[in-house]
């Protein structure tokens, strides 16, 4: 069965970095992207990027453009987040999920990781 | 970026009712959206792609609508497990945004 875990929550002081991982099993890796949402504490759900596993190619959210990188592992079947110069409003839980193609422009995100909650706190 | 705006932001409904929730898109987005349900404490799960196929395994009762920039999700006969978050999201372009959420509540 498709699994997405991720790894666990990460404490980070102002202006650290933090690297979020997700190993995936139950499917061939390369045939899907990954996309990665964050959810602020009792907030709604924002589009933090994705990445193509078959190609490595990127597409990051203006608000985290430049501090973010996204990469893949295929040996591993992992993906991974990296976020620099972190700050406390990116206090959230990270999911990373499953992109799923459904023809023409539709994606949707088909299966979920468990979430990795970030603290960034002095 | 596309904005997209759910309606109403809260709801409060009985086991049994038939509800409605809307998504509209800041501009056309074909048929590129998604329905999303999050429970609290979990991560959330897809129920509509497309507007209005059902995803594998999610009840008939569920059901969406919609094209251009209207959308709605729409639950027949609500059952206790169905009181949750309901977020939409467009596909249509990057970045994928979602909707600010649709919590529906126990009256």
């Known amino acids: 069965q498709v699994q997405l875990v991720q790894s666990g929550a990460e404490v980070k002081k102002p202006g650290a970095s933090v690297k979020v991982s997700c190993k995936t099993s139950?499917?061939?890796?390369?045939?899907?992207?990954i996309g990665w949402v964050r959810q602020a504490p009792g907030q709604g759900l924002e589009w933090v990027g994705w990445?193509?596993?078959?190609?490595?190619?990127?597409n990051y959210a203006q608000r985290v453009q430049g501090r973010v990188t996204m990469t893949t592992d295929t040996s591993t079947k992992t993906v991974y987040m990296e976020l620099r110069s972190l700050r406390a409003d990116d206090t959230a839980v990270y999911y990373c999920?499953?992109?799923?193609?459904?023809?023409?422009?539709?994606?949707?995100?088909?299966?979920w990781g468990q979430g990795t909650l970030v603290t960034v706190s002095s | 970026d596309i904005q997209m705006t759910q309606s109403p932001s809260s709801l409060s409904a009985s086991v049994g009712d038939r509800v409605t929730l809307t998504c509209r898109a800041s501009?056309?987005?074909?048929?590129?959206l998604n329905w999303y349900q999050q429970k609290p404490g979990r991560a959330p799960k897809v129920l509509i792609y497309?507007?209005?196929s059902l995803q594998s395994g999610v009840p008939l009762r569920f059901s969406g609508s919609g094209s251009g920039t209207d959308f709605t999700l729409t639950i027949n006969s609500l059952q206790p497990e169905d009181f949750a978050t309901y977020y939409c999201?467009?596909?249509?372009?990057?970045?994928?945004?979602f909707g600010q959420g649709t919590k529906v509540e126990l009256k």
């Open positions: 999920a499953r992109d799923s193609y459904c023809g023409g422009d539709c994606y949707s995100f088909d299966y």
């Open positions: 497309a507007a209005s």
């Open positions: 999201q467009q596909s249509y372009s990057t970045p994928r945004t």
């Open positions: 139950g499917y061939t890796f390369t045939t899907y992207g």
């Open positions: 990445i193509s596993a078959y190609s490595g190619h990127t």
């Open positions: 501009q056309s987005i074909d048929r590129y």
